[in-house]
């Protein structure tokens, strides 16, 4: 619908997206997670290394709660975490 919008006209410039979650990543989550342990370990560099768990409980929206640990594992990782 915005590409068609903005290809019609209506729209004067593409607006951005941004994904706050869907079955397969939670990115805004992950991001706030990550902005947390820079805070408390004091840096990014510091969590090199480090090890990092993620509990699952069951939910009755099949595929959502999947969609926080593997936005988690996903982006942690990229900062050498376990």
């Not at 903005?6 to 992950?30: E, K, M, W, Y």
């Amino acid at each position: 619908a915005l590409d068609e919008g903005f290809n019609a006209g209506v729209l004067p410039v593409r607006p951005g997206i941004v994904n706050l979650q869907c079955d397969q990543d939670h990115p805004t989550q992950s991001l706030s997670d990550l902005l947390h342990l820079k805070h408390e370990f004091g840096s990014l560099e510091a969590l090199k290394g480090k090890k990092i768990v993620m509990s699952w409980a069951y939910s009755p929206s099949y595929g959502k709660p999947m969609s926080v640990p593997q936005g988690i594992i996903a982006l942690m990782t990229r900062f050498g975490m376990q």
